[in-house]
């Protein structure tokens, strides 16, 4: 029989594929003899059985839920109802990869109207007692029945505004029995019926309800936001009580081991007394520094910083603990990896090889390959920010960055304006994981309330996401839609900056500047570089493009696109006449002008790559995008190339295309019209015999597009060669070049071993060879893309992500094929994917040499290709 339940003292942190990171974790530091109060796991297997039954429990569940609830009563020496050792407990989600808030917790579970008054005779203290049953109302109404959470929070605020309590300490017993009368009354009007008195009862209920959270809206959202697979599952984690509510020598509290912001190494977070855990990260109360708790609770503090040193330590990273204090006696209820800024994770890697915890090969599997890009992101202009305007300097620092974006007040509305391409703030009192769609459509998040470990700060800092919290001198009305600050008032629509570095906020849109990377930066990417097996390159055919590739560690270009140069306006008009020319002479004509260009673009690329290899694509595309389309263009068009109207639009019906992108294109042009690559050619090879006279040798490598025969590519290659022979021989010089093909035809793959003869080196276009295997238009695949992953027709995108059965298969046989037939021959990938960290992972299994993607994605695609060579190429291929 499958073992469903496993005791805390039964698991270790290995199992997390089985008991949830949550409840390995929590294993683990049973092992290892810390204060973790008792429990047991229901796994992932559970959870996945229970969806796959249509939401019924497995009868084997069942039975062990029984055996199991006997045994941790007898180790904890309490039950369910008893008078004199009343057993409460927790029921916490937890899957194997964290995701903070986007699942369901209830606290308190086991009381009902008789033990809430055992519970306040055992500890002497009703207020304490009915606080716990008010919360254990709430949540449970909310996660078990779906009573939305403002039916018992309007009654609650309410209460406290009549009364005139400040807090939520400051209600007396009697009046939380009151409220508590008041909540039980909620479950008759909103679900029909009671709240469950039997305990056994509450926690069948609360694990099918956790069970069920799993496929809520915003866990689906956060999982594909995240690529977090839909089909792990999530553990449910049992656990003892412990109370940081019960007086003021209580409290709870989050902290990391280390700044999650900065890196700094220090001990980092925040502790709510006479509270539980949901206060501090749903942000309703402010927090204090987790070093007050020295002052307060001096023995306690410095057994919480041996903890922590201790578990950071034992898991070789920054640690995210989460604590209670019940009565100066201190409790660890998990911990895990804590999610940081791209900052901190560099700086924490390279602390941590210094310090001899981890190695360099450890400290580059540290670091998550997306968060790579937050630290290429652009910051405020120093300068600008001199004359901005402040609205609040009071924020929280949550998540660092520079957003600049129009306020908007609820998550619908974030998401609407995102989808009409306007760039939003969303401002909120507090958010919580209902919001979890608007922060991904924000471009930064801002609060009133909550710490640096809030809902907001934690959810932003992992998304990459700017975020300033805490922003005590605010106040944001979602009701009137209006920010009250100091200086004035906002509405919805007026534009703001944030500075999430700094915790600043700014009237109008800031200029930024480029991010500076820091000697942890590159120090981290000199390791990832050693560690690599990929070479990087980049596509890039500006100047500026190319030298931030190569700041970014590039090892050459892997591509140039020439028609991106074809496009200034001297250049169009050139094109285009070189296009309706109606013989050979004319087209020359047009191509010797746009010859000139092309020679002191391609020498000013060949310059900044010097001796490293530049491969530039000869021309691509249909033609026809190279004409104009609206009347005033034609018009316009037709004067500067003095040819009647009529006649431009007879030439461009002619040229027209039932489907472009499988017509006269890439190779296509150059058999039919030759002069067209010679040009390019001459350009190349002049440009480059230029740069040798004055000292500076270059490596170009000429690709010629979209083959699908041998033949194609041996006819284009013999006119290539001949007249470059012909430019050396007049030059007296000569200059190492190659001449390649770019494989994005299923045929090409195909036929690879003989390509690979005739070639020097492949480049697969996994763009194109993505359409043309699929049969997608890449254009018009967002069409229906969407639909075909929510229906689980498709995992992935295959253009953002390697279509691993199909395209990749193709990719696989094509390499093997070519590497046989030519071992020298250098292979590489060009198109989109060759910057994506999944399809890296597969391409570092195979004999290629190089992945080139765009220069700002150039630093993660070099850790993305160390990751898989230190996992040792456990992917299957």
Same mark, same amino acid.
């Given at each position: 029989m499958t073992k469903y339940i496993y005791a805390?003292?039964?698991?270790?942190?290995?199992?997390?594929?089985?008991?949830?990171?949550?409840?390995?974790?929590?294993?683990?530091?049973?092992?290892?003899?810390?204060?973790?109060?008792?429990?047991?796991?229901?796994?992932?297997?559970?959870? #996945?059985?229970? %969806?796959?039954?249509?939401?019924?429990?497995?009868?084997? +569940?069942?039975?062990?839920? !029984?055996?199991?609830?006997? @045994?941790?009563?007898?180790?904890?020496?309490?039950?369910f109802s008893s008078e004199e050792q009343l057993l409460l407990v927790s029921v916490r989600s937890?899957?194997?990869?964290?995701?903070?808030?986007?699942?369901?917790? #209830?606290?308190? %579970?086991?009381?009902?109207?008789?033990?809430?008054?055992? +519970?306040?005779?055992?500890? !002497?203290?009703?207020?304490? @007692?009915?606080?716990?049953?008010?919360?254990?109302?709430?949540?449970?109404?909310e996660v078990v029945y779906g009573i939305p959470m403002n039916a018992f929070d309007t009654y609650f605020n309410a209460y406290k505004t009549q009364h005139e309590y400040q807090n939520d300490a400051d209600i007396p017993a009697e009046g939380l029995q009151e409220i508590c009368e008041h909540f039980k009354g909620v479950y008759l009007d909103e679900v029909y019926k009671p709240f469950p008195q039997e305990p056994f009862d509450q926690l069948t209920e609360a694990i099918e309800a956790v069970f069920k959270s799993w496929d809520n809206d915003r866990a689906r959202v956060y999982r594909e936001l995240n690529e977090i697979p839909h089909d792990i599952g999530t553990a449910v984690n049992i656990q003892e009580m412990v109370f940081g509510n019960s007086g003021e020598r209580s409290g709870t509290g989050v902290a990391f081991t280390r700044n999650?912001?900065?890196?700094?190494?220090?001990?980092?977070?925040?502790?709510?007394?006479?509270?539980?855990?949901?206060?501090?990260?749903?942000?309703?109360?402010?927090?204090?520094?987790?070093?007050?708790?020295?002052?307060?609770?001096?023995?306690?503090?410095?057994?919480?910083?041996d903890v922590s040193q201790r578990l950071e330590t034992h898991y070789k990273d920054m640690q995210d603990i989460e604590f209670t204090i019940e009565n100066e006696q201190l409790y660890i209820l998990q911990t895990?990896?804590?999610?940081r800024t791209a900052n901190a994770a560099i700086h924490i890697a390279v602390d941590l090889v210094e310090e001899g915890v981890i190695t360099k090969e450890e400290a580059v599997m540290n670091v998550e390959v997306k968060s790579i890009d937050q630290l290429l992101h652009p910051n405020f202009d120093k300068t600008a920010l001199d004359h901005a305007s402040v609205i609040s300097k009071l924020g929280l620092p949550a998540s660092p960055g520079a957003a600049s974006g129009k306020i908007v007040f609820s998550a619908e509305i974030a998401k609407i304006q995102f989808?009409?391409?306007?760039?939003?703030?969303?401002?909120?009192?507090?958010?919580?994981?209902e919001d979890i769609e608007g922060m991904v459509a924000s471009e930064a998040i801002v609060t009133t309330h909550g710490g640096m470990t809030s809902h907001a700060a934690v959810v932003a800092r992992g998304m990459g996401k700017c975020c300033v919290t805490g922003c005590s001198d605010l106040e944001i009305n979602v009701v009137d839609k209006v920010v009250n600050y100091p200086g004035g008032t906002l509405h919805e629509g007026d534009m703001i900056s944030v500075d999430g570095a700094q915790g600043d906020i700014y009237v109008g849109e800031v200029e930024t500047m480029k991010a500076e990377r820091s000697e942890a930066f590159e120090q981290f990417m000199e390791w990832s570089d050693g560690v690599a097996k990929l070479d990087v390159r980049m596509n890039a055919e500006t100047p500026q493009d190319i030298q931030a590739g190569y700041q970014f560690g590039a090892k050459g270009i892997g591509l140039v696109r020439t028609e991106h140069m074809f496009f200034g306006p001297e250049r169009l008009v050139e094109m285009r006449r070189f296009i309706l020319s109606d013989t050979q002479d004319k087209r020359i004509a047009a191509l010797n002008e746009i010859k000139r260009y092309q020679t002191a673009d391609f020498e000013e690329i060949l310059?900044?790559?010097?001796?490293?290899?530049?491969?530039?694509?000869?021309?691509?595309?249909?033609?026809?995008?190279?004409?104009?389309?609206?009347?005033?263009?034609?018009?316009?068009?037709?004067?500067?190339?003095?040819?009647?109207?009529?006649?431009?639009?007879?030439?461009?019906?002619?040229?027209?295309?039932?489907?472009?992108m499988l017509g006269h294109r890439g190779c296509r042009l150059a058999i039919t019209y030759p002069e067209l690559y010679v040009m390019q050619v001459e350009a190349i090879m002049e440009s480059a015999l230029r740069l040798k006279a004055q000292g500076i040798d270059c490596q170009p490598e000429i690709m010629i597009p979209l083959v699908s025969t041998v033949a194609e590519f041996t006819t284009l290659k013999t006119q290539i060669?001949?007249?470059?022979?012909?430019?050396?021989?007049?030059?007296?010089?000569?200059?190492?070049?190659?001449?390649?093909?770019?494989?994005?035809?299923?045929?090409?793959?195909?036929?690879?071993?003989?390509?690979?003869?005739?070639?020097?080196?492949?480049?697969?276009?996994?763009?194109?060879?993505?359409?043309?295997?699929?049969?997608?238009?890449?254009?018009?695949?967002?069409?229906?893309?969407?639909?075909?992953?929510?229906?689980?027709?498709?995992?992935?995108?295959?253009?953002q992500t390697l279509d691993v059965e199909g395209v990749g298969q193709l990719v696989k046989v094509?390499?093997?094929?070519?590497?046989?037939?030519?071992?020298?021959?250098?292979?590489?990938?060009?198109?989109?994917?060759?910057g994506d960290h999944k399809s890296i992972q597969y391409f570092n299994n195979l004999d290629i040499d190089y992945v080139s993607c765009s220069p700002y994605r150039v630093p993660g695609a070099l850790l993305s290709t160390a990751q898989s060579e230190v996992e040792g190429g456990r992917l299957r291929v």
């Open positions: 805390f003292d039964e698991g270790q942190k290995s199992m997390k594929d089985l008991l949830g990171g949550k409840g390995a974790n929590l294993a683990e530091m049973k092992r290892l003899g810390l204060p973790v109060p008792d429990g047991f796991t229901l796994t992932t297997e559970a959870c #996945i059985e229970y %969806l796959k039954h249509g939401s019924k429990v497995p009868e084997a +569940l069942s039975e062990q839920l !029984n055996s199991q609830l006997a @045994a941790f009563s007898q180790r904890t020496e309490k039950s937890g899957a194997k990869i964290s995701m903070p808030g986007m699942m369901d917790t #209830i606290l308190n %579970l086991g009381l009902n109207d008789d033990n809430m008054k055992k +519970l306040a005779a055992k500890t !002497n203290d009703a207020r304490f @007692a009915y606080d716990c049953y008010r919360r254990l109302l709430q949540m449970f109404g999650p912001v900065t890196g700094e190494a220090k001990l980092f977070g925040e502790y709510l007394l006479n509270a539980q855990g949901e206060d501090v990260v749903a942000g309703i109360r402010t927090p204090k520094d987790i070093e007050s708790l020295k002052d307060q609770m001096p023995h306690v503090h410095q057994q919480f910083v895990r990896n804590g999610k989808e009409q391409g306007e760039s939003v703030i969303l401002m909120r009192p507090e958010t919580s994981p310059k900044l790559s010097g001796e490293r290899p530049t491969i530039i694509r000869l021309l691509d595309p249909p033609l026809h995008e190279f004409l104009p389309k609206s009347t005033e263009e034609k018009s316009s068009v037709a004067g500067q190339l003095n040819v009647p109207v009529k006649t431009l639009e007879q030439y461009i019906e002619n040229l027209n295309e039932v489907n472009p060669t001949e007249r470059i022979e012909v430019l050396q021989q007049e030059a007296g010089e000569s200059v190492n070049y190659l001449i390649g093909t770019m494989i994005e035809t299923p045929r090409a793959c195909l036929i690879a071993g003989d390509l690979a003869k005739e070639c020097d080196f492949f480049s697969f276009g996994t763009n194109d060879l993505t359409q043309l295997t699929f049969g997608f238009s890449r254009d018009d695949a967002g069409k229906f893309i969407g639909a075909y992953s929510e229906q689980g027709i498709i995992d992935i995108d295959p253009f094509a390499t093997e094929q070519a590497k046989a037939a030519n071992p020298t021959l250098k292979i590489g990938v060009c198109g989109e994917l060759g």
